[in-house]
């Protein structure tokens, strides 16, 4: 049997039983076409699919892997945790050691609490600001993604300024009637949802280099006039971290800006691959939690003792000195060889990186907004996205998600990539 066709047929017979054969949307294939690849087993920059295909792995798992699949000390940790017990549902040790170690590296944040997912940490910080502020206003970006909270699914309404349309079906318009979307980087826009309603906005959230767009950042200019604006009208400002946090830098993309939001999101590196997120900030604000303040949020796996080993361990890793240094060059050599690449066949490509974490497009210049990534020649990105997977490398199958490179990637790992896309770009280049 060929690798397409045992994929396949694990396809058809998990469509059978889980919805579009998948736990979470993105990874059907969908916007790509073709057979989703049924991973088996990972080993470092690596991942091996039911077929025994070999892949090398830019998702790493949608961010959290970035040492790499099967880290020893990783493993280690995990093993020890779980011989002495899967979960309590009582506090332990581990969770104040990840605590602290988080507070100690993010200086925004004074107090933390540990979740199980992105979306339970975002959905958990909004209701916290709405409760701590008394407001009920929030404030979104088109083409930033914090999970699937029902007040979060929600997309521009028509004009300026207005208030979201659900975009997902189930959300009862009134649950999005309180959630002004805005564009991204768009200060006119944001100085009049804040002269219109500022008196009302519980919260600003925003991905501050936003990897659900592929990798688009906030310029300084308008990062800081989130701050500005949200500390001159008594709203919180709130950096969904989920994907940056960890990844970009050890202090995140607060630490790339400079900026100091009010609550702190945080998810997938800081569970090393295990179900563990987290929302943090200023004591005063933390303290309206239950069970001290009035704010409840609760989780029967918050906190669970698997689940910390596994981020503590990957955290006592990356906060080794040079960590970032030697994964930022890594990182940077990749997009430059995808560039020289594209651009001696003449393909139009832009691309961008942080720390371990990249975006390109199929376009001359990086866009700034999610109306301008949309542009891109989807067809063309899944010629580019088969093309690498049937070469073994394996990027995210959709055109507005982010890469993740790895300490384990190595150079020759980087080059084969480059290699790889040089072919594409050759065949889009003749099509072009
Ligand atoms: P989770 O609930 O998936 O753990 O986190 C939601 C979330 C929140 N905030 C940001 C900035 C995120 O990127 C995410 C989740 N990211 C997606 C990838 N774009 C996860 C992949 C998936 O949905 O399967």
Redesign the pocket.
């Known amino acids: 049997m060929n690798q397409t066709e045992r994929n396949q047929q694990l396809f058809d017979r998990a469509r059978a039983v889980i919805p579009g054969g998948v736990n979470?949307?993105?990874?059907a294939f969908k916007a790509v076409g073709g057979t989703p690849r049924f991973i088996q087993k990972a080993q470092g920059a690596y991942m091996w699919d039911a077929a025994g295909q070999r892949y090398i792995d830019y998702i790493g798992s949608?961010g959290p892997m970035i040492l790499g699949h099967g880290h020893p000390a990783v493993v280690e940790a995990v093993q020890r945790a779980v011989a002495e017990g899967f979960s309590f549902g009582a506090p332990t040790e581990r969770e104040i050691e990840l605590a602290e170690a988080i507070l100690a590296l993010m200086p925004s944040m004074e107090m933390v609490r540990l979740v199980s997912?992105?979306?339970?940490a975002?959905m958990s910080a909004l209701r916290l600001a709405r409760g701590a502020t008394g407001r009920k206003t929030i404030i979104k970006f088109e083409g930033c993604?914090?999970?699937?909270a029902d007040a979060l699914l929600v997309k521009a309404g028509s004009g300026l300024a207005t208030f979201g349309n659900p975009t997902s079906a189930g959300v009862p318009p009134e649950v999005v009637q309180h959630t002004l979307v805005l564009r991204y980087n768009d200060l006119p826009q944001l100085e009049a949802a804040f002269a219109e309603h500022g008196q009302d906005i519980a919260c600003l959230m925003i991905?501050a280099i936003a990897?659900?767009m592929n990798f688009v950042r906030a310029t300084p200019a308008f990062a800081k006039r989130c701050r500005e604006l949200c500390t001159q009208h008594g709203a919180l400002l709130i950096f969904?971290e989920?994907?940056t946090g960890f990844r970009v830098g050890l202090q995140g993309a607060q630490g790339v800006l400079g900026i100091r939001p009010d609550l702190t999101?945080l998810?997938?590196v800081i569970g090393g691959g295990m179900p563990l997120?987290a929302f943090g900030g200023p004591r005063a604000v933390m303290e309206q939690l239950a069970p001290q303040g009035p704010v409840y949020q609760a989780g029967t796996l918050s906190g669970n003792p698997v689940a910390t080993a596994c981020g503590l361990a990957t955290l006592r890793e990356i906060a080794k000195p040079g960590f970032y240094e030697a994964l930022a060059t890594k990182t940077r050599s990749l997009v430059d060889g995808l560039e020289a690449a594209a651009q001696a066949e003449g393909v139009g490509f832009s691309a961008d990186c942080e720390g371990g974490m990249f975006g390109f497009f199929l376009l001359d210049a990086l866009p700034q907004d999610y109306t301008t990534v949309m542009k891109s020649d989807g067809a063309r990105f899944n010629t580019l996205f088969h093309g690498l997977l049937d070469r073994g490398v394996y990027i995210a199958p959709a055109l507005y998600?982010a890469g993740f490179v790895s300490s384990a990637h190595s150079e020759n790992d980087i080059a084969q990539t480059v290699e790889a896309a040089r072919a594409i770009f050759k065949q889009l280049g003749r099509a072009a």
């Open positions: 979470s949307p993105v990874r949608w997912s992105g979306t339970e975002a993604y914090h999970g699937h991905e990897g659900n969904d989920v994907m999101v998810g997938k997120a998600e």
